[in-house]
């Protein structure tokens, strides 16, 4: 079964910081891109974060820059997503998601549109 699980969400105060970990399992982790996104109450699902294969280029929308930091251990087939001096604009349910097969690096890569399976998503709140 093909099944993306994340974990690691919470609640915490501003500048704290929360870890994500993105359980695959049911294909090759390591042959995709991965990428985070999340969604705040009322809002639309919005990119956070990507990476490729094999983890040599990330991507990041720009109110995360220099404060998450994403990875993967493709033994693992896990991907992370460490959040430090976390803000209460950053409170949403976090997803990971899998980018399509032939999806390998560039804009598509900040694009909900080109992901295809999706996890069920972790909240994470952060109060003032």
């Known amino acids: 079964q093909v099944q993306l699980v994340e974990s690691g969400g919470g609640v915490v105060q501003t500048g704290g910081s929360l870890r994500l970990s993105c359980a695959a399992s049911?294909?090759?982790?390591?042959?995709?891109?991965m990428g985070w996104f999340h969604q705040g109450p009322g809002n639309e699902r919005e990119f956070v974060s990507s990476?490729?294969?094999?983890?040599?280029?990330?991507y990041y929308t720009n109110s995360v820059k220099g404060r998450f930091t994403i990875s993967r251990d493709n033994a693992k087939s896990t991907l992370y997503l460490q959040m430090d001096n976390l803000k209460p604009e950053d409170t949403a349910v976090y997803y990971c998601?899998?980018?399509?097969?032939?999806?390998?690096?560039?804009?598509?890569?900040?694009?909900?549109?080109?992901?295809?399976?999706w996890g069920q998503g972790t909240q994470v709140t952060v109060s003032a």
């Open positions: 998601a899998r980018a399509g097969a032939t999806i390998r690096n560039g804009e598509n890569l900040m694009n909900r549109r080109f992901f295809d399976i």
């Open positions: 049911g294909w090759a982790f390591g042959s995709y891109a």
């Open positions: 990476i490729t294969w094999g983890g040599g280029r990330t």
